[in-house]
Nanobody, 125 residues
Framework: QVQWVESGGGSVQTGGSLTLSCEIS????????VGWFRQAPGKEREGVAS????????YYADSVKGRFTISQDSATNTLYLQMNSLKIEDTAMYYC??????????????????WGQGTQVTVSS
């Protein structure tokens, strides 16, 4: 059974940085893309960043390209999201998602897994 715990959220000012972590256990890294989604109040959940099995490729939403970096540590089964130059519009609940579909050798934004509790990121001026 796959289990994960998200952490690292907090409150920062615009331009600040945060690193989110997701510790995943019981997981087959070879079959799924893994990544981060977020949901702001009153908005739909959206994909933020994902990584292909083995870390071959990474994918980002246009809104975070150049500011966010996704990475994974296979030794500790931990997924990270380094967030720099944070903007007010980055304020959201961030969710780790271990089950993102891969199609044609690429990650999609379609997830089939359950959602965890998430970690809140709040950016203020």
């Amino acid at each position: 059974q796959v289990q994960w715990v998200e952490s690292g959220g907090g409150s920062v000012q615009t331009g600040g940085s945060l690193t989110l972590s997701c510790e995943i256990s019981g997981y087959d890294y070879s079959s799924w893309c893994v990544g981060w989604f977020r949901q702001a109040p009153g908005k739909e959940r959206e994909g933020v960043a994902s990584i292909y099995p083995g870390g071959r490729d990474t994918y980002y939403a246009d809104s975070v390209k150049g500011r966010f970096t996704i990475s994974q540590d296979s030794a500790t089964n931990t997924l990270y999201l380094q967030m720099n130059s944070l903007k007010i519009e980055d304020t959201a609940m961030y969710y780790c998602q271990p089950h993102i579909l891969q199609i044609g050798g690429r990650c999609t934004w379609h997830q089939v897994g359950a959602w965890g509790q998430g970690t809140q990121v709040t950016v203020s001026s």
